[in-house]
């Protein structure tokens, strides 16, 4: 599904906070997409946990190399990430029961997200999270 599947109040219950985001794929470089929009939503409020085994932290908080590695329960996984390395981490953020997966503009795995729905997690594909955070917010939803 897409954000355009899920109603602006699907959205907002998704992210209203305090959550917890892992966000897979987080660079430590300030100059990437991925820093950019975590920096962002970490100052809205959300506890940010970087997911990558190349970093040890980012944004000032400890990296982790898996999502089965991040000691704490995570609300959305976040992932920047290619489509083609999107089904293992589906599989991580089923394990941890995880209950959201969001993946960011341009990232689309059909396969990988109908069995994260079948395992009873929600699904946003080719969607900024950042995007859907400033339009709720413009809105009054959050």
Known sequence: MTAADLSWDDV????????????????DNPDRESHEIASYLQEQ???II????????ALGEKAYPSLRD???RVDIVQIFRRSEHVPPI????IAIRA??????SGIV?????????????????????????????????L
Request: glycine share 6%; with cysteine.
């Open 12 to 27: 907002a219950r998704i992210l209203r906070p305090p959550k917890t985001i892992a966000v897979v794929g987080l660079s």
């Open 45 to 47: 409020g959300y506890k």
């Open 50 to 57: 970087p997911v990558n085994p190349t970093i040890s932290e």
């Open 70 to 72: 991040v000691p704490e």
């Open 90 to 93: 589906v599989e991580e953020a």
């Open 99 to 104: 209950p959201v997966v969001w993946m960011q």
């Open 109 to 141: 795995n059909e396969e990988a997200a109908a069995h994260a729905e079948g395992a009873g997690l929600v699904v946003v594909m080719d969607a900024c999270l950042r995007s859907a955070h400033r339009a709720l917010r413009a809105s009054g939803r």
